[in-house]
């Protein structure tokens, strides 16, 4: 059997942090824009991309809204026993909240 899959970051010229290293930066990121009263944004691919995200995300900062996109995927990380920090629905949150 061959298995083929796209990894255009996986070629020799990238060399990425480590992983927790890029999370401890995050968490660094998102924590200061909380204290200024700012939100912070992060995109990624809604199966598998968000989740590594999520995976690394401090959720004692605030609240971690997903969109619609992504949540039924976290439902089904979860259901398959792989830990995530809770989560809601962006379409569940009023925007005054969303402001905290």
């Given at each position: ?36 009263g ?19 995300l ?34 569940d ?8």
């Amino acid at each position: 059997h061959t298995f083929i899959t796209e990894s255009t970051f996986g070629l020799p010229i990238y060399r990425w942090a480590p992983e927790q290293s890029i999370f401890d930066d995050m968490n660094r990121w998102w924590r200061k824009n909380a204290e200024e009263g700012r939100c912070s944004v992060v995109f990624g691919y809604s199966f598998g991309k968000a989740q590594r995200i999520l995976s690394g995300l401090d959720p004692s900062i605030g609240p971690i809204v997903c969109h619609g996109a992504v949540e039924p995927l976290n439902r089904v990380y979860r259901e398959g026993g792989i830990a995530l920090p809770p989560t809601l629905m962006v379409s569940d949150v009023s925007k005054a909240d969303l402001k905290q």
